[in-house]
């Protein structure tokens, strides 16, 4: 029986297995939580036990592996996530909804507009348009920058983010 994706796997697992189950990939254990209090235990309460995570091969091989903050290990993971935890607290996610709407928005008159302009079956590349969207919202979120990275890709904010990454 094969599965049309990880997420269709995922559930075929819980089902046969229940909301907690573990493969074995080689060596490596990889132990799977569905229940909600199960993953508040490991990420929240006993955070310090659980605080690695598997490193992507492509990622030991750039240069942005000490960068991405999915790549932070051990300590630097730590520290990372005690900086970061109250950007993301509960108030400050709710206040950034109406801003992130607008961006999405935004970009779902962009799709409109391709799509009506290629026709039915065509095709295009939207990785751009996920940029342009992921910098307007992290420039209006994080920096409070009126960017237009959607619509002008050479707005200031996009140009110099490209530069970086």
């Known amino acids: 029986m094969g599965y049309n994706n990880a997420q269709e796997w995922h559930l ?43 490193v992507i091969e492509i990622f030991r091989q750039t240069r942005l592996n ?52 290629i026709g039915e079956g065509g095709k295009w590349d939207i990785y751009d348009d996920f940029q342009g969207l992921t910098l307007d919202v992290i420039g209006k979120c994080a920096f409070a920058i009126d960017s237009n990275c959607q619509r002008d890709r050479n707005d200031v904010f996009y140009v110099e983010a490209r530069k970086s990454f």
């Open 12 to 54: 075929a697992m819980q089902k046969q297995y229940g909301d907690r189950y573990a493969i074995h990939f080689g060596q490596k254990l990889d132990i799977f939580l569905t229940n909600e209090e199960d993953i508040k235990e490991v990420f929240i309460k006993n955070f310090s036990n659980f605080s690695d995570r598997g």
């Open 66 to 117: 000490s960068s991405l903050l999915q790549n932070r290990y051990e300590n630097g993971w730590k520290h990372t996530r005690s900086a970061i935890a109250p950007i993301f607290s509960t108030g400050k996610m709710k206040a950034m909804h109406e801003t992130i709407a607008s961006k999405i928005d935004i970009f779902l008159e962009i799709l409109k507009e391709k799509s009506e302009e």
